[in-house]
C-alpha cells in the first residue's frame, strides 16, 4: 500500500514546480512520519494549488530561517493569517 | 480572494544588516553579541508566535494552519536538509569520493556567467584579504557579520541579479549551471574561511552557521546538476532514495 509520501510524491511530481523545487519540497517531507503527512496530503489531494502555495511558504520561511529575519517571520504570519481569514469567509 | 502571490515589497522585508547596523569595532564583542541576540529569529520563538496566530482557526483555515505550522516544524527542525538525504550524499566509497571531487573541479563557463552569481566572488574575495588581518576573537566576529552574513542573506534574499518578485516580498532570480557551480565553489570557500577562523579564534554560534552554509551548498550542489544527463541522474537519485522510505 503507497504510505502518504508517495502519495504526495506523487501529487508534487504531477505539480508545475520546478524539478529542483519539487525535489527540495520532497526533501522537506522526508523528515516528518508519515502519518504526520496526512493532513498535508488531504490538503494537495483536495485543492493541488496548495503545493505551489505551501512550496512558496517554505521557502519563505526557510530565507527567514536561515537569514534570522524576525521581520520576515512576521510578515510571512501575517499573510498566513490574512490568507486564512479568507478561508473563514 | 487574497493569495500568498501578493505580499509586502521587498523594501519593506529588509535583510538583516540592514535591521542589525553595524556596530563599529570600537564598541566590542559584547556589545555585537547583544545586539544579534537581540535580532536574532529563534526558531522555537517563531513557531510559538505563529501558533499563538494560526490556532484560533477553525474549518478548512484550521485544516491549511496545521499544515503551514508543520512545514514551519519541519522548516525548523535540527538539519536543514532531511536525514535521509544526507545519508545519501554521504560519500562512502571511493568511487563516490572521487565523483564528489571531480564535480567540484568541473569548469566554469565565464560566458555563461550572470549577475546572479559574480556578487559572490567580491564577497569570497574580500573576506580572503580581510583574513589576513584577524588578529583577535573580535575581529573574527567581525568579519562573519560582514561577509559570511552577506553570502547568506543575498543567496536567500537576493538583491542582484535577474530579479523577479515573489510571495512575502521576497526576490527570486534565475541561475544558469555555471552561476549554480561559481556560488557552490565560492560557498565552499565561505565555509573553509569560518572553518579557519574557529580554529584559530572560536566563532560564536559557529555550528548553527556552518549549518546554514551546509544547506546553501547542498542546494547549490543539486542546481548545478538539473541539466540535460545530470538531471536525469538527479532524478534516478531522488528515486533510489524515495524507494527506501
Partial sequence: MDTNFQKIKELIQKSALPLAEQENLLLLFTKANDQDLEPTLKLFAEDSSWIHKINENYKAKQAALATGNQALWQKIVQEEEVQLKELER | MKSFETGPSSEQIKPEEEITPELPKEEGLEMRKAVAEQAELKPEQAIAQERSVL????????QVAV???????????????????????????????VQKQEKQEEKINEANLTESSKWSRGVVESA???????KTAEDAEWLVRTHFN?????????TKGNLKEGPYGIKTRDYTEDDSKLLLRNAQEMKKVMQELNTKFGIEAFDKRIEQVDDMIKKLERQSSYSGQKQKEALERMEKLLQQR
Avoid at chain 2, 544526507?86 to 566509497?93: D, G, L, N, R, Y
Avoid at chain 2, 580572503?128 to 584577524?134: C, E, V
Wanted: charged share 25%; no cysteine.
Fill in chain 2, 55 to 62: 490556532e484560533r482557526f477553525k474549518g478548512k483555515a484550521k
Fill in chain 2, 67 to 97: 499544515v503551514l505550522l508543520f512545514v514551519s516544524a519541519l522548516s525548523a527542525g535540527p538539519g536543514m536538509v532531511g536525514e535521509a538525504y544526507a545519508q545519501e550524499t554521504k560519500p562512502t566509497t571511493r568511487t563516490e569520493q
Fill in chain 2, 128 to 134: 580572503r584579504a580581510d583574513m589576513k588581518k584577524i
Fill in chain 2, 150 to 158: 552577506q553570502l547568506v542573506s543575498e543567496y536567500y534574499m537576493p
